[in-house]
Every structure is written in structure tokens, then in C-alpha cells.
């Protein structure tokens, strides 16, 4: 006697109907690509995520095409297990970059893109993956800094404006029973018109919409961790210029290098004169315009400006690429109303080890376990920030009114008249008449320095193509009556 199992038969909705469209598949392949590229471009992945993503899911559009009428359950077990190992390595990722989770967010997403391009039998799946590319076109914007971007904006409008034309097209041969068959003229007659519609239109209300001038940042990017020893000078390091050996000031003007602005270094020689080239070396994305601060010098002698304190700084140490300048002890104290305002900084080329923030840095995230902040709040990384870096700040911007600034105080503490105050003892007597003259009348700094910046600025109009000054004078009366 036999026995057989009895058929059980599961209650459901029908199986969709299997795409048979080649050609929607391809301008939805398109999009995706598009907008996976749109996120590999950003400069956060490296080559091999760069080049196996797009690689995978060509494959999958292949894959899923010609299994579109099969079960793919072995496929179907495997994309989960790719699931799986793709959270744990997201888990993995984001454990270690808490302050910023974008980047592995978008690596998560465009695993998940590729897993589930292998499985898209039916015109629902396709449309799935039309919409994840639009969610990964909207990604790259966040990680882009780049105008470059329009252009995938641009191609991923054209790749979607067919995927959808192709999509209604599809459905419309099915209600009529009709097979699949490659459309004539759909491209020349419908899509590229409306894409050149669609822009214009857009064009037009982004041009009436009203453009903020910065942003709000959320998140706090910085690059891969560098290990480096504490034991590293507070000093100003530039690739671009050796050291002076010696008094910087006791030769000819500095020669100034197209590649490096002359002041970032320990000092800054006030006869020197030149061009920089018109490369990018750093993006900035913060909360809103304001002065981004990396040396302070505070002491004049005739010539240029030095730094007093010379390479006196505290070290900051962490085990979380966070830093909080509080717990410097030899900084200047924080007065009046301030406003927080976020800043991340980009690198495009190799720099100095100068880390740039708005003033007062209170919280920096930067990619290694320990820097160095001077006593006027400036802060300096352990090594020469090369290409690519990415670090962040959040910063305490004082917040003083015109009207705060004209009551302040004058008696200053003698300590502190003595350092900002101090002047080389002879060379500046035009300087001091025609100061004299333009704060006549004055009752406060504030409109005094008010006054002064008035007349430098309708006075001498901004030139670099004036010679240095080879004159033995002070470099102020040079450039304020000689020049």
C-alpha cells in the first residue's frame, strides 16, 4: 500500500505577469546606474565598491530578465544571506563613524540595490528599482560637493522620463493582449521632448524660488582614522614652504608660491606680494557665511606678524575622533552672546596641518586620537592633511550686537592692553597722525575700527599685481603712503 502527502494548495493572488519588456528593463538599468554613480562619485568609496557595484548589477538586470518566469527560490536564499551580510557590515561601519552615519547608509543601499536587481520578474519590481535609483540619485546629493552633480541629475531625468514612458507602454499592451515589441520613435517623439520641457520648467521655478546661502548640517563627516603619536610640535606645518632657518624677516620679501597662501605658517611677512592659482584646495559646507580661522599672530614687528607663544599649545586627546576645546585649560575665555553655527571641511588638495574652524571651536571631529589647540583657540592636527581628508566643527560664533560692542568696557587688564597694543618704538608716525585723524570724534573702538575700515576700503582699491617692498621701513607706512 502506498502512501502520498496530500497536495496542499495555498489561498493568494495570482503570480504577477513576467516583464517581458527589453527595453523597459534597460532604461530602468539605466536610471539605476545613474544613480549609483551619482553615490560612487562622491569620493567616499574606493575603486573596488566603485567598480563591482555597477558591475553586480548589470549582471542581476541579465539575471532576473531571463529567469523572469522561474521561482528563483536557491536565488531568492542567497539574496537574503547577501541581506544579512550586508547589515552586519553596515553594523560593523557605522560603529565606527557615529557622528556621521551617511556613508554607511548609502554603502548599505547600494548593496541592497544590487541583492534585489536579481529578482525583478514583473513590472512592479522594475518600478521598485526605478524608485530606490531616484532615492540614490537624492543620496549623492547629500555626499556630493561637486556642481558636476547636474549632470547626473540631468541623465537620471532622461533615464526615468523613458523607464516611465516604457512602463505605461507596457500596460497598455497588456490590456490589449499584445506581446512586447521594440517602440518606434518613442524616444525622439516623447521622451526627449518632454525631458527638454521638464527642465525649462524647472529652470524657471528654481530661478523664483528663494536660495538660502548656507545649510543645515546634521551630521558630522570626517575620513578614515589616522593613528599618530602624541608627541607631535603645536607648530604650523606647510608643505609648500621650508623652513626659515633662521629670523624669516631678516632677508628680502618672502617669495609667495601660487600653491600655498604665505600666512599659513608661523609667520606672515607683510612685504611680500603675488598671485595664488585659481585651484580648488577646500570646500566648505556650514550653517551660514562666516570667517573660517586657522592662525592667530599677535605680534608685529615692522615687517610682518609672528606667533609670541611659538609652538606652545595644549594636546587634546580621544578615543572617539570627537574633541571638546573646553577641557583646554590655556585658552581665551568665552564672553558675551554667542550662536552655534556647524562647519565640515573637504580637502582637495594636500595642506598644511592647520585645522580650520570658525571662532570659538568648542566641539571638533577630526580623524585621529589626538591634536593640539594654542592659547588663542587655534588648532593644528599631528600631520600635514593630505587630499581627500574630511573633518568637522561646531563652533560658538560670538553673537554681539553693534550696540554691546559700543558699550563694552575699555579698562582692559594690563596683560592683555600689553600684548594687543604693542607697537615697534619708532617708523609709525604717519600712521599714528592719520589714525589720530580718522577716529576724531569717536567715543568707543568700535566705531574708531568702523571709521579706520571705511577709509581702507574707499581709499586703496585691492590690487595683487603691486610689486613687494625691497623699502627699509615699516611695512605699514610703506603700504599706506609709498606704495
Not at 557622528?99 to 536587481?117: C, E, G, K, N
Not at 525622439?188 to 546661502?213: D, E, H, K, N
Not at 554691546?404 to 579698562?411: E, F, I, M, N, V
Request: glycine share 6%; net charge negative; aromatic share 12%.
Amino acid at each position: 500500500m502506498s502512501f502520498r502527502w496530500p497536495e496542499i494548495k495555498l489561498s493568494g493572488r495570482p503570480k504577477r505577469q513576467p516583464e517581458d519588456s527589453i527595453e523597459l528593463r534597460a532604461w530602468v538599468l539605466a536610471a539605476v546606474l545613474v544613480g549609483e554613480a551619482a553615490v560612487l562619485t562622491s569620493g567616499y568609496f574606493g575603486a573596488v565598491t566603485g567598480v563591482l557595484v555597477p558591475f553586480l548589477t548589470i549582471v542581476a538586470f541579465v539575471v532576473s530578465h531571463h529567469r523572469r518566469r522561474e521561482r528563483n527560490i536557491l536565488i531568492k536564499v542567497m539574496l537574503a544571506f547577501g541581506a544579512l551580510a550586508a547589515l552586519a557590515m553596515f553594523f560593523r561601519e557605522v560603529l565606527s563613524s557615529l557622528y556621521d552615519t551617511r556613508v554607511p547608509l548609502a554603502r548599505l543601499f547600494l548593496w541592497v540595490q544590487v541583492i534585489h536587481a536579481f529578482d525583478l520578474p514583473a513590472r512592479k519590481d522594475l518600478s521598485y528599482s526605478l524608485i530606490s535609483a531616484l532615492i540614490l540619485a537624492a543620496v549623492g546629493a547629500v555626499l556630493t560637493t561637486s556642481l558636476w552633480y547636474g549632470i547626473f541629475v540631468l541623465a537620471f531625468l532622461m533615464c526615468a522620463m523613458g523607464a516611465m514612458a516604457q512602463m505605461n507602454l507596457s500596460e497598455a499592451r497588456q490590456r490589449a493582449g499584445l506581446q512586447a515589441s521594440r517602440s518606434r520613435g518613442l524616444v525622439l517623439g516623447t521622451i526627449v521632448p518632454s525631458f527638454f520641457a521638464v527642465v525649462a520648467v524647472g529652470l524657471v521655478c528654481f530661478s523664483l524660488l528663494p536660495q538660502r546661502q548656507a545649510m543645515n548640517l546634521t551630521m558630522m563627516p570626517t575620513s578614515a582614522f589616522r593613528n599618530v603619536a602624541e608627541n607631535f610640535t603645536g607648530g604650523v606645518q606647510n608643505p609648500y614652504y621650508r623652513p626659515p632657518g633662521g629670523d624669516p624677516f631678516a632677508g628680502p620679501p618672502q617669495a609667495i608660491l601660487p600653491d600655498s597662501y604665505h600666512g599659513f605658517l608661523p609667520y606672515m611677512d607683510l612685504r611680500s606680494r603675488g598671485r595664488l592659482s585659481d585651484e580648488v584646495v577646500m570646500k566648505v559646507r556650514s550653517e551660514e557665511t562666516v570667517p573660517y580661522r586657522g592662525v592667530v599672530f599677535d605680534d608685529y614687528n615692522g615687517k610682518g606678524w609672528e606667533i609670541s607663544t611659538g609652538e606652545d599649545a595644549q594636546t587634546l586627546t580621544t578615543d572617539s575622533m570627537r574633541f571638546d576645546t573646553f577641557t583646554a585649560t590655556n585658552t581665551e575665555l568665552e564672553l558675551g552672546p554667542s550662536r552655534e553655527v556647524a562647519q565640515v571641511f573637504r580637502v582637495e588638495k594636500d595642506s598644511s596641518n592647520i585645522i580650520f574652524g570658525a571662532y570659538r571651536p568648542e566641539t571638533v571631529f577630526f580623524p585621529t586620537s589626538n591634536i593640539k589647540i594654542d592659547p588663542y583657540g587655534s588648532l593644528r592636527a599631528p600631520y600635514q592633511i593630505p587630499e581627500g581628508s574630511a573633518y568637522s566643527v561646531i563652533s560658538h560664533v560670538p553673537n554681539a550686537s553693534p550696540e554691546q560692542l559700543r558699550s563694552a568696557s575699555t579698562a582692559y587688564p594690563e596683560e592683555m592692553a600689553e600684548r594687543y597694543t604693542q607697537l615697534p618704538p619708532t617708523g609709525l608716525e604717519r600712521t599714528s597722525e592719520l589714525a589720530g585723524r580718522l577716529t576724531e570724534g569717536t567715543t568707543n573702538p568700535y566705531d574708531a575700527v568702523l571709521r579706520m575700515n571705511e577709509y581702507l576700503k574707499t581709499t586703496y582699491p585691492y590690487d595683487l599685481s603691486i610689486p613687494p617692498q625691497y623699502e627699509e621701513m615699516d611695512a605699514v607706512e610703506y603700504f599706506l603712503f609709498e606704495q
